[in-house]
């Protein structure tokens, strides 16, 4: 069965750091083009793009996030990361991997059919 899974959220305070891990298991990617994303949903809001990683190492963020959040993939495990620095309280949200095997519309959150079952992220002032 081909699954992500996400891990590394939590509670922290304003201007702390976290670090989301999302691992692909019962598939490989290694040898395709594809797109991993992370994007989040906080309450009563539409679920958003926030950072994507593509198969030959490119990267996109939003806006809010650019400059505070970094990610990574380890392609030798199938894992993506997210490392969060110096967190917001609009940060708070359920945080989301995805992945499509596609190079492109990587931001785009209708594009991708593959996601994990969330992982909640709460900064708090």
């Known amino acids: 069965q081909v699954q992500l899974v996400e891990s590394g959220g939590g509670s922290v305070q304003a201007g702390g750091s976290l670090r989301l891990s999302c691992s692909l298991s019962?598939?490989?990617?290694?040898?395709?083009?594809?797109?991993m994303g992370w994007f989040r949903q906080a309450p009563g809001k539409e679920r958003e793009f926030v950072s994507y990683?593509?198969?030959?190492?490119?990267?996109g963020y939003t806006a809010t996030v650019k400059d505070r959040f970094t990610i990574s993939h380890d392609a030798a495990e199938d894992t993506v990361y997210l490392q969060m620095n110096s967190l917001k309280p609009e940060d708070t949200a359920m945080y989301y991997c995805?992945?499509?095997?596609?190079?492109?519309?990587?931001?785009?959150?209708?594009?991708?059919?593959?996601w994990g079952q969330g992982t909640q992220v709460t900064v708090s002032s």
């Open positions: 995805a992945t499509r095997l596609a190079g492109d519309y990587c931001a785009n959150v209708a594009y991708y059919y593959l």
């Open positions: 019962g598939f490989t990617y290694r040898y395709s083009t594809y797109c």
């Open positions: 990683i593509k198969s030959d190492g490119s990267t």
